[in-house]
């Protein structure tokens, strides 16, 4: 089982982003899925869930309003649509991946997790 994530970068403050998350090596579309961040000196926090249908999204409150989460089933995939960026956002952005809901938005501790991608918002 393999998570895969893209599109970080530098942007500047106000900017967009979007982030891809290609996943392999089993059935994904039957897992809640999503993303989480962790700052320079900061401890890993969470950022956003979909469930495996992709009925019912969830965020953290300081994003609300600005990303938006999204998957593909038949391409294995979920994205986080990130506008309205800013410098706060700075932060390594992880997907991940549990066959629970409430291992993502309960535990927040998913059985799988992406190698990161760096995300930079400059002022």
């Known amino acids: 089982a393999q998570l895969e994530e893209s599109g970080g970068g530098l942007v500047q403050a106000g900017g967009s982003l979007r982030l891809s998350c290609a996943a392999s090596?089993?059935?994904?579309?039957?897992?809640?899925m999503g993303w989480f961040r962790q700052a320079p000196g900061k401890e890993r926090e969470f950022v956003s869930a979909i469930t495996f249908r992709g009925t019912t999204t969830y965020y953290e409150d300081s994003v609300k309003g600005r990303f938006a989460i999204s998957r593909d089933n038949a391409k294995n995939t979920v994205y986080l649509q990130m506008n309205s960026l800013k410098p706060d956002d700075t932060a390594v952005y992880y997907c991940?991946?549990?066959?629970?809901?409430?291992?993502?938005?309960?535990?927040?501790?998913?059985?799988?997790w992406g190698q990161g991608t760096q995300v930079t918002v400059s002022s």
């Open positions: 090596g089993r059935t994904f579309s039957s897992y809640a």
């Open positions: 991940a991946a549990d066959p629970l809901w409430g291992g993502l938005i309960q535990s927040r501790t998913p059985k799988f």
